[in-house]
């Protein structure tokens, strides 16, 4: 299975176009798609929440039907050979295809029998698979109960039962920790390396698209570019650096920057606040940062989130920022107003929290990190009293918010992890029914919802049903339902997972400027880059708490020689990878 | 082994082993169908006995006694005796007794005199079918009586005609005997259509659909995978129910095993292929599970003939029940276990059987394709 | 607390009216079902097959198959001319009854010995065949009082004298159609609230409710009062329908239909939200709410009678809140019923209503 140079690509699409029609608009999902997977390589379909990614991932594995354009898979028309193509394919669907009823063992017999996997040939191969993605010890464990990392390599594992020729996956990190995520990487670098397997691979996490060889950008349906990520990044050079300042909270310094002239992104990234500029060169800081001493800046390389946004932003003016409050009560930012002790929480037999402890100060944003299973959205869901811990005591706002009343919850909002919304109303159902459930009356509750429309920038959507709207919207719209009855504290759990890093940068620039105002705001979540935005956070791993702490002492925890300036993630994966037992 | 073959069964695997630790199937599958057994063979029956009836004599004397006797040997009746009119009819508002039968002051006289006495029957007519039983056998006790009368007197009967009714396969005229079998192939119908509607639209849910099409397997082989199982279990149930009926709830069974599970094979085709289409149709669970109870259990139940004459229907309906599997099955289960292979029954109903099974699974296969649009 | 109530009540309404497949389906079937099956259930003989083999072929013997083809009950598909034929046409289904006249029938008419008439009947279907020898019976009768009155015989010492209270024509079309009524409404109320709750969790959007200040009572009020509201609106509807379509008369206290109406559609709404908060998924809550609506529907009187049932099930039906709302719609259409004579039905409605909203409220707060 070498690599035939002199061969057709892996995949070929020529002016590939594919329409929906849904609720009288039509929709253009792939738009007059031309590109080119060469093989043995691994390609990166990368593109905001809507791009057409899945459908394109569905248009080249049969399960759709292009309505123009021409499909070549490994050099056969798919429109006549599909199945020969998918007998020479893997496939990995969003959700991993597993049966969640049936065992790990149980899902690879299957797909071993559906892709004809000879029986003599299958002890060998089950073994290499297990032993690939460390499944080995969980043969017997129904899909169900692992871990979204393991259900991620289990879902890999079944497609690459029978080595196929092209791979395809959609999004498999989805949801998925990084230490995952970063195995995954692993398996994928091995397979394209060894038997020289090509890979397709869709993703929203723009970190991974440099690890592939060769980036296909999608935007609204369309290929906006089609290159290695180094390309991607050259026109990027020296217009990327990291500013901090001498008595200027990370915070405030990046409001500073953020919007500002001759800046397109900025974001926080440790004690420093990372920035991109329209054009080479960074603007003179007295001017960026009048009033300012103890500024220093210094370039760093461009990642390929830069050029991604820089891209985009071209089209997506950044949201006005909402104009920053002063703080409404100075004086009452100290108080513990979270206090979490020995909390304990059982399922069965099994720990899922096991004696926790930490406490959150009023105005902090702080993080609740972990890999999938070490229990955060069970210590989450009992701070929010959805859930009675077995034992230990967790207060919030003074309340314990499982036996509260009615008016303590009053105080919380709360953004749920799929931001659930009532997809059959509209959006001007969903503020007026959210408005009334925090009981807002009255003159109030119109001037809210007016509120709401315009500061998340909803009128133009107020009357579309939710079901429609793109993730970015449903975001705003499940942000604004919470922050209707301007609560005291902010419940997030996952805020921006799915959501392009557009979005991701103005939901990060309003719960900012809600920390400011004096809001306190707890947050779980994968993306170790939000980390930088706590004040604190805590890391978790099988129930425990591994650390505790800001986001720099905890890089500064794993400087070594080796790691001069670790990222959140790196910091992460060494914890976990130090922690005492083994990790999931 | 032939690939497809091996690709077959790893489905077939994998729906049994599903099957097995899903509690709801199983449920549905085999608790449904022996709590309602029980319920039908126990409980319910259309026959009346015992029925609560008032007998009111304003003048008592030999010629009521001997009414008053006949009412009392038979077994249909349960009979009080209010002091007078005003206190059954109370009785009759108030649902303690389904009739009132009044013996005025002047039925001896007229008896006598053969100027014909009436017998008042008031009851209640709000259960129509129950009223009109209660009616019969009230004629059948007052042709007994006539027939006394004329005896003890030397005279010929009033009544001429001697009715002699003979009830073919089912003498007694239980209601059990016809309803037991009647409601197997009601409660076939659901194991059939709800359990595949479920799981086909579970899948599509679930995104596993997708992974599965992606791979060497054909449509053809996840139809029969999904096929198999149900009627495996499909028949499992057809044969726990059959046992049932004849061992616990003694109902006769006449016909001849072979008839019986080629009649059944048919009809459980029909079925699955209905819940085919229907998941097809819906691929959300929520809609598939209202389609499949709305087109399922009623219309087996009231348009089967199970318990409501087919015959006695308007025109337009009686089209209508021709669409309900479960009409012919009915119709089958009741002639195999009372009657027997009656080849003029069997054939033509098995025949249209075959014809439904044939055009559902044939949508459903049609339906299908290896894509999701 | 009212205002979020009557949010949480708007929102229900919209999410259901809203969706194109729950609308049809609250709309839809419901009338489709009350038609057809308003015509299908019936328990009437209407042109019933039947075959005469009349072998006696005096006018004596034409004058009882007169009577038996001028019935509306009767349909005369076959004429045979010898007795070989009878088993086969029962035993095919293509008759239900043959009427078998003997030779000697004028003969022994004549002498005032009992003449005899065979009906063969075909007993697959015993509630048929009852009925059929019950119509049959007493069309013979008439024909025999007829004759003998003519013919010099003795006179009747005495006749039945038949009346039926409520339904004087032993329509069972008024028995079964106010009986669909009820069960319609209840399929419609536990779909819709049966599936509610498990929806939400599904969509997530149940913690999201459970986090705002509303008390899990609002919750359940708010869940409950749009099934109450849609099981009142779908069952002023089949009236309607059953009153100007079907002509079934509605006699009783209106006030006392729509008391038990409410009572009927909160019990079945407590039972629906129990269903709701014991599943975890859409599944379940289907599966749930049909193990509940299956034996509801047979243990209710609706089709299959109560009466001959064994008196532990009969006691069981008490706690079937099907069987009091088919007593209460039934009393109130045909039997001119108020709240006196509807008490006894009334009041353990109203238990069971309490008993399962109770419930419901407390499996609500043990599983959230």
């Known amino acids: 299975m070498a690599p035939t140079p002199d061969g057709p690509p892996a995949l070929r699409l020529d002016g590939v176009t594919r329409v929906f029609r849904a609720g009288g608009r039509v929709i253009r999902a792939v738009d007059g798609v031309d590109a080119r997977v060469e093989r043995g390589s691994i390609t990166g379909l990368v593109g905001p929440d809507g791009a057409g990614k899945t459908t394109l991932m569905r248009l080249v594995t049969g399960l759709l039907r292009a309505d123009s354009g021409r499909i070549e898979v490994l050099g056969l028309d798919i429109g006549r050979d599909v199945a020969a193509i998918q007998g020479r394919i893997g496939y990995m669907p969003q959700r991993f295809g597993l049966y969640e009823d049936l065992t790990v063992r149980e899902n690879l017999d299957l797909y071993a029998d559906l892709q004809d996997v000879p029986k003599s040939e299958r002890a060998a191969r089950y073994g290499d698979l297990l032993h690939m993605t460390g499944l080995g010890p969980f043969t017997g464990r129904f899909a169900g109960r692992l871990s979204g990392g393991m259900k991620q390599k289990l879902g890999l594992a079944c497609t690459l039962i029978r080595a196929p020729d092209l791979l395809f996956l959609d999004e498999p990190t989805v949801g998925v920790d990084p230490v995952s995520r970063r195995e995954l990487w692993a398996i994928i670098d091995r397979l394209t390396g060894a038997s020289g397997m090509t890979v397709l691979i869709s993703t929203s996490y723009l970190d991974e698209a440099e690890r592939c060889g060769t980036v296909l950008l999608m935007h609204e349906g369309k290929l906006v570019g089609a290159d290695s990520p180094a390309a991607f990044t050259a026109p990027l050079a020296g217009r990327s650096y990291r500013i901090a300042a001498a008595g200027l909270g990370k915070r405030r310094l990046h409001e500073r920057l953020d919007g500002a002239p001759g800046i397109i992104d900025a974001t926080i990234q440790g004690a420093y606040v990372r920035v991109v500029t329209d054009s080479a060169g960074l603007p003179p800081l007295p001017t960026l940062l009048p009033d300012l001493d103890g500024v220093a800046a210094d370039p760093v390389p461009p990642r390929f989130e830069d050029a991604f946004v820089a891209r985009l932003r071209q089209e997506r003016p950044a949201l006005p920022a909402p104009p920053a409050a002063p703080s409404p009560d100075g004086a009452a930012r100290d108080g513990e107003i979270i206090v979490v002790r020995d909390v304990t929480r059982l399922f069965g037999s099994f720990t899922a929290v096991d004696r926790i402890g930490f406490s959150v100060g009023r105005g902090e944003i702080f993080g609740l990190l972990g890999a999938n299973g070490a229990g955060k959205s069970t210590t989450f869901r009992m701070l929010c009293g959805l859930l009675p811990p077995s034992g230990g005591t967790l207060t919030v706002a003074g309340y314990d918010l499982r036996h509260a009343a009615a008016a303590a919850r009053g105080r919380i909002g709360y953004m749920a992890q799929k931001f659930s919304l009532y997809v059959d109303l509209s959006v001007m159902d969903n503020l007026r029914f959210f408005s009334s459930a925090y009981r807002l009356t009255g003159a109030r509750r119109r001037q809210r919802i007016a509120w709401a429309l315009e500061e998340f920038d909803l009128e133009t959507v107020a009357d579309a049903a939710c079901r429609d709207l793109s993730l970015g919207y449903k975001q705003r719209l499940a942000l604004a339902a919470a922050l209707m009855h301007e609560p005291d504290i902010l419940f997030l759990d996952e805020p921006t997972s799915g959501v392009d890093p557009l979005a991701r940068r103005d939901f990060w620039r309003r719960i900012n400027r809600l920390a400011e105002t004096g809001v306190t705001v707890l947050v779980t979540t994968h993306f170790m880059e939000e980390a930088e935005y706590c004040d604190r956070l805590v890391i978790m791993a099988q129930g425990r708490i591994l650390a505790t702490g800001t986001p720099e002492d905890l890089r500064d925890r794993f400087r070594s020689a080796q790691m001069p300036d670790p990222t959140m993630e790196d910091a992460f994966i060494a914890l976990l990878e130090t922690a005492p037992a083994g990790t999931a | ?373 | 607390m009212w205002t979020q109530i009557f949010a949480l009540i708007v929102k229900e309404l919209l999410a259901v009216l809203k969706d194109r497949r729950s609308r049809f389906v609250l709309i839809g079937p419901p009338l489709i079902q009350l038609l057809v099956f308003g015509y299908a259930a019936t328990f009437d003989l209407d042109h019933v097959p039947i075959a005469v083999y009349d072998q006696d072929r005096s006018a004596a013997a034409r004058d009882l198959v007169a009577r038996f083809s001028g019935s509306r009950a009767f349909q005369v598909v076959a004429t045979l001319d010898n007795g070989a034929r009878i088993n086969s046409l029962i035993d095919s289904r293509k008759v239900a009854m043959v009427l078998s006249i003997d030779r000697r029938f004028t003969r022994d008419l004549l002498r005032h010995r009992p003449a005899p008439v065979q009906v063969i009947i075909d007993g697959r279907n015993s509630n048929t065949a009852l009925l059929i020898l019950g119509y049959a019976g007493s069309i013979i009768t008439d024909f025999s009082t007829a004759w003998s009155a003519s013919h010099g015989g003795p006179p009747l010492p005495a006749v039945l004298e038949m009346r039926a209270r409520y339904n004087p024509e032993l329509s069972s079309r008024w028995f079964i159609v106010p009986g669909i009524v009820a069960v319609l409404t209840q399929v419609v109320v536990l779909l819709v609230v049966g599936l509610s709750v498990a929806r939400e969790r599904e969509a997530g959007t149940f913690d999201q409710l459970l986090v705002t200040p509303m008390r899990q009572i609002d919750i359940l009020l708010g869940k409950g009062l749009p099934g109450l509201l849609i099981g009142v609106i779908e069952a002023s509807v089949t009236i309607l329908a059953a009153v100007l379509w079907f002509h079934v008369p509605l006699r009783g206290s209106l006030g006392a239909l729509y008391l038990g109406l409410i009572l009927f559609v909160a019990s079945v709404t407590g039972i629906g939200l129990m269903v709701s908060s014991l599943a975890t998924t859409q599944q379940q809550a289907l599966l749930g709410a049909f193990l509940f609506m299956v034996p509801t529907i047979i243990l209710s009187n609706f089709a299959t009678p109560i009466a001959n049932m064994p008196p532990l099930l009969q006691d069981l039906t008490q706690a079937n809140p099907l069987r009091h709302i088919l007593a209460i719609v039934r009393g109130v259409f045909l039997e001119g019923a108020g709240f006196g004579s509807l008490w006894p039905h009334l009041w353990p409605m109203a238990i069971i209503a309490i008993v399962s909203l109770a419930a419901a409220g407390w499996l609500f707060r043990r599983r959230v």
Not at chain 2, 269 to 298: D, E, H, K, P
Not at chain 2, 329 to 346: C, H, K, P, Y
């Open chain 2, 1 to 373: 082994m032939n690939a497809s073959l091996i690709r077959l069964g790893g489905l077939l695997r994998k729906e049994f082993l599903q099957i097995l630790r899903d509690p709801s199937a199983l449920a549905i599958a085999f608790l449904l169908p022996a709590v309602l057994l029980f319920i039908f063979g126990y409980g319910v029956t259309l026959d009346a006995h015992d029925v609560p009836l008032a007998l009111v004599i304003d003048h008592a004397d030999a010629t009521t006694a001997s009414v008053a006797g006949a009412l009392a040997h038979s077994p249909y009746f349960r009979i009080s005796r209010p002091p007078d009119i005003e206190a059954a009819e109370t009785a009759l508002t108030d649902h303690r007794i389904d009739g009132i039968i009044w013996l005025r002051s002047d039925f001896a006289r007229r008896a006598l005199s053969g100027r014909t006495a009436s017998i008042g029957v008031i009851l209640n007519g709000t259960d129509a079918n129950s009223a009109r039983l209660v009616e019969g056998y009230l004629q059948q006790t007052w042709a007994t009586w006539l027939a006394a009368w004329g005896a003890r007197r030397g005279q010929p009967s009033p009544v001429p005609v001697l009715v002699q009714s003979r009830v073919r396969f089912n003498p007694a005229v239980s209601s059990r005997d016809n309803l037991v079998p009647g409601l197997i192939a009601v409660i076939m119908t659901l194991t059939g259509a709800l359990l595949t509607a479920l799981v086909m639209a579970r899948e599509w849910e679930r995104g596993t659909l997708e992974a599965l099409m992606v791979t060497r397997v054909t449509i053809r082989e996840i139809l029969i995978a999904k096929l198999v199982p149900y009627f495996v279990l499909g028949m499992g149930g057809m044969a726990a129910s059959v046992v049932m009926a004849v061992t616990l709830f003694h109902v006769p069974f006449r016909g001849t095993i072979p008839v019986l599970v080629v009649t059944s094979a048919l009809f459980l085709l029909a079925s699955l292929g209905m819940g085919l289409v229907i998941s097809s149709l819906a691929r959300n669970q929520f809609v598939a599970g209202q389609i499949a109870i709305i087109t399922t259990f009623l219309p087996a139940f009231i348009l089967s003939g199970f318990i409501f004459d087919i015959d006695s229907m308007p025109a337009a309906i009686r089209v209508v029940t021709h669409v309900v599997a479960a009409r012919y099955f009915v119709s089958i289960l009741q002639t195999e276990f009372l009657a027997g292979d009656i080849r003029a029954v069997i054939l033509p109903n098995a025949v249209a059987l075959a014809v439904m099974a044939a055009i559902f699974l044939g949508v459903a296969r049609l339906s299908a394709r290896k894509r999701l649009d």
